[in-house]
């Protein structure tokens, strides 16, 4: 691996950090007040947060050919964090983040069919070994595969499609302005949300002082997680090559769900983690590299 790839790896690792504390305060600020609220100031803050990138905004952003990317990202940014913030309003938080990791189970297929990027056998199989390891942690013979479950299984499908527009933005503009933009125009799509249902309408949100710093983490967790993701990605030829480091979203989150509430994962999540995360490795041990970006 070489080293503009190993400076892509760090970068992810630290996203899927900032991953972690997004699902914690994403579960707890839907908790205390609703999916809807909660989709405003999870957008809503980072658009303030980067706006000085505003300054950044040239011409041809707006023409057609880079402002339908941008609008398709936003979109399906938008419609991600939705299904995500459902599930963590009604499951666990380490079943939400489990369930939108399946991403990287699902960039290489989407690569496959829309990047012409072609799948090893070898890959094949450590998609099946990972996919029996999402079973094993979602335990399906005991119920958790309702509909709630599914809708955060689309967190996972619409996020790999996230990364490939990601990938494709990252090549026509630089971080800020892409940053400032895409959580804009997510911001203006939740308001859209709270106002066509009046009872999402925030109440005592603003003095609440302990819920007000909490969203401001949740702000500052998702600009830099979209930061460090867009610097990752530079150092990459094919995104499915960080691919296999997204699942220690699932690790990060674990260690944080029982400093905050207690709860340790029972044995079979560990294992079915085991088989994610060696599948992932052995991916990426297996995985050719493309030549680096320079």
């Not at 699902?106 to 450590?126: A, E, N, Q, S, V």
């Not at 895409?182 to 609440?208: K, Q, R, Y």
């Not at 007000?212 to 997680?225: C, D, H, K, W, Y």
Request: glycine content about 8%; charged content about 10%.
């Amino acid at each position: 691996m070489n080293k503009s790839v190993n400076t892509g790896v760090i970068l992810i690792l630290l996203a899927t950090v900032c991953g972690a504390f997004i699902g914690l305060f994403g579960k707890i600020g839907s908790m205390e007040t609703s999916v809807p609220v909660a989709l405003v100031l999870r957008f809503g803050l980072p658009a303030l947060i980067v706006l000085p990138g505003a300054l950044q905004f040239k011409w041809h952003f707006f023409k057609w050919d880079t402002l339908k990317w941008l609008l398709l990202r936003a979109g399906i940014v938008f419609v991600t964090q939705i299904c995500y913030f459902y599930y963590l309003s009604k499951g666990p938080m380490i079943n939400a983040v489990l369930l939108i990791s399946t991403c990287p189970l699902f960039m290489p297929i989407l690569g496959r069919i829309f990047l012409k990027h072609p799948i090893k056998r070898r890959t094949y199989f450590c998609l099946l070994v990972g996919f029996s390891g999402v079973a094993l942690i979602l335990k399906p013979a005991e119920g958790l595969l309702d509909f709630p479950a599914f809708i955060g299984l689309c967190a996972g499908f619409f996020l790999a499609c996230t990364q490939l527009t990601l990938h494709k933005v990252t090549r026509m503009m630089s971080i800020a302005p892409q940053l400032s933009l895409v959580f804009g125009i997510c911001a203006v799509l939740s308001g859209f949300l709270v106002f066509a249902s009046p009872e999402h309408l925030p109440t005592g949100v603003w003095h609440d002082t302990a819920l007000i710093l909490m969203f401001l983490a949740l702000g500052f967790s998702s600009v830099f997680n979209q930061i460090l993701r867009s610097l990752a990605y530079r150092h990459v030829n094919n995104p499915s090559t960080l691919a296999p480091y997204m699942y220690m979203t699932l690790i990060f989150t674990g260690i944080l769900q029982y400093i905050v509430f207690g709860v340790l994962p029972d044995f079979m999540s560990v294992m079915g983690a085991i088989l994610i995360v060696g599948a992932a490795l052995f991916m990426s041990k297996w995985k050719r590299r493309p030549p680096a970006l320079g």
